[in-house]
């Protein structure tokens, strides 16, 4: 691929252009859970103390994210204005967003290094995958979570690569372990990284307790940088993941926590969110793949997109095509590692990569089974799972592509339309403009002092 440093600094040009501008322009505190993920935050920078699980709706999230965030806000000048702070917060998720798409090239090229352009058509789906371009530009915890195990995975081929280096075991773990305090579900990362390590470790030293020592590395630096989270929540709660949502028992359950979902609702596959991703009748509770799909290919949710504007249904119909023609890829390119027909030159690479993707769907199946809500079922919990899902991707075009040029062509000419198109329809104030400010839509449904704090300032511009 001659062409192939241009092509990576033009994805990446565009995927800087488009957060940036709509991190500029959306209304301040959009974003699924906007407000909230700015309580938490401002919580730290007002009260210098993190608050508890119970205390707000979004205050079970480990703190990593909201404490960083709040030290940039507290070495911002005041004299900036809300506005411009706020554009600088929002700055660390377009940031993610980019580290998150490098992290998967470097990932393709470390697994193939003699195929380049799987890492390229992997980090293009990356960047334009549509469910990370809302968070990219907005507050929230999960695309610096999804970075920071995407950079785990890749130096986690350099400990498979190298299993009798400590040094490089310990900065996995540390990063690996770093993510998991800022988004519990980068966990199943950090279990398919142990069990990858053992796996290497056996084949070095077979199965002997000498055989343990990377994984054991690995762990003890995850646990040092994020057990103390998990400390705090069984010392106040009685279990290590403190799944505490706001303070209003009554709202809650009017929102659908409390009884757990059906089974047969994973075994349903109405297509009927496919046709009409405004609807969000009650229904939708009972097709959990169907309504993942949609929230991973379009924003049903809409918090970018306004999914009742009159477009809504074109636009999402794009988008749930190229996602079912990268979804079919992905699978053929599962295919290909388990039949081993693509040699993955890191040991055990393919099967850790099988491993991240397995781990991020049963996570997921069980948070949605446990949180029997419509907006669980929201494609960016899946997020830590993307860096392996896009590799596969970009491993079944590339064995697309060397079956003729004409189908390598094709590869290339599919995903140019998908990076255009996803681009086009995401830029907020293009083609679906932002109507209204979910904020507004947040606030009302429920708030308390913190969130209405952060709601004054950024909004209404009142300092409290």
């Not at 403009?433 to 909004?459: G, H, L």
């Amino acid at each position: 691929m001659r062409r192939g440093p241009l092509i990576i600094v033009a994805l990446f040009a565009l995927a800087a252009a488009l957060r940036m501008h709509n991190a500029w322009v959306a209304p301040p505190l959009s974003g699924f859970d906007g407000p909230f993920h700015a309580a938490y935050m401002g919580v730290v920078y007002h009260d210098h103390r993190l608050p508890l699980p119970h205390e707000g709706w979004s205050t079970f999230h480990p703190p990593l994210y909201y404490a960083t965030t709040a030290a940039l806000w507290t070495a911002l000048p005041d004299l900036l204005g809300p506005r411009w702070i706020l554009y600088a917060l929002r700055l660390v998720n377009v940031l993610a967003g980019l580290g998150l798409g490098l992290a998967v090239f470097g990932i393709g090229r470390r697994a193939v290094p003699d195929r380049p352009q799987v890492a390229v058509y992997a980090a293009a789906i990356a960047l334009f995958l549509p469910m990370h371009i809302g968070p990219a530009s907005f507050l929230g915890n999960e695309l610096p979570a999804a970075a920071l195990a995407a950079l785990g995975i890749w130096l986690l081929f350099g400990c498979l690569e190298k299993p009798e280096n400590s040094g490089r075991a310990l900065l996995c773990g540390a990063v690996l372990g770093a993510a998991v305090l800022t988004k519990v579900n980068a966990l199943c990362v950090l279990a398919a990284a142990g069990i990858g390590l053992l796996f290497v470790g056996a084949r070095s030293h077979g199965w002997r307790f000498s055989s343990l020592k990377p994984a054991a590395l690995l762990g003890a630096a995850a646990l040092l940088v994020s057990g103390g989270y998990f400390a705090r929540n069984v010392y106040h709660y009685g279990e290590p993941i403190a799944m505490q949502v706001g303070p209003v028992p009554a709202l809650m359950a009017q929102q659908g926590y409390g009884p757990a979902r059906p089974l047969d609702a994973y075994l349903s596959l109405a297509p009927d969110v496919l046709f009409d991703p405004a609807d969000k009748a009650a229904r939708r509770r009972s097709q959990v793949w169907p309504v993942t799909f949609a929230s991973v290919w379009f924003d049903i949710h809409g918090t970018t997109l306004q999914v009742r504007d009159p477009d809504a249904r074109i636009f999402s119909r794009i988008l749930f095509a190229c996602g079912g023609v990268i979804t079919a890829m992905t699978l053929l390119g599962l295919f290909a590692i388990l039949g081993r027909r693509v040699r993955v030159a890191v040991p055990y690479g393919g099967t850790t990569l099988v491993l991240v993707g397995a781990l991020a769907l049963a996570a997921y199946a069980g948070f949605t089974y446990r949180i029997a809500t419509l907006s669980a079922l929201k494609g960016t919990y899946l997020s830590p799972g993307v860096p392996a899902f896009a590799v596969l991707a970009g491993l079944g075009f590339d064995l697309l592509g060397r079956q003729r040029a004409a189908l390598s062509a094709l590869a290339a000419a599919f995903l140019t339309v998908f990076v255009l198109a996803s681009t086009a329809i995401s830029w907020i104030g293009w083609l679906a403009p932002m109507q209204v400010n979910p904020a507004d839509f947040y606030i009302r449904a429920y708030s308390d002092e913190a969130s209405r704090r952060v709601y004054e300032y950024f909004v209404l511009g009142r300092e409290r």
